[in-house]
């Protein structure tokens, strides 16, 4: 695979919409307690494959 298009697949506008949701509810998460800071990682990176596996099907 071209390494640009794998880029691409990352770094693109949506990218910022896929993890915003993540951040969010972590702020929200902030209110009632402690954060989970492993999750927060697990869910950031679950954020990006998905998003980056719907980029490359299409």
Not at 26 to 42: C, F, N, S, W
């Amino acid at each position: 695979m071209d390494t640009m298009r794998e880029i691409l697949l990352i770094c693109h506008i949506p990218f910022s919409a896929t993890i915003s949701p993540v951040l969010a509810g972590t702020a929200l998460a902030a209110l009632e307690g402690p954060i989970r800071y492993d999750i927060l990682i697990v869910l950031l990176l679950a954020a990006l494959f998905i998003q980056a596996s719907a980029k490359y099907a299409q």
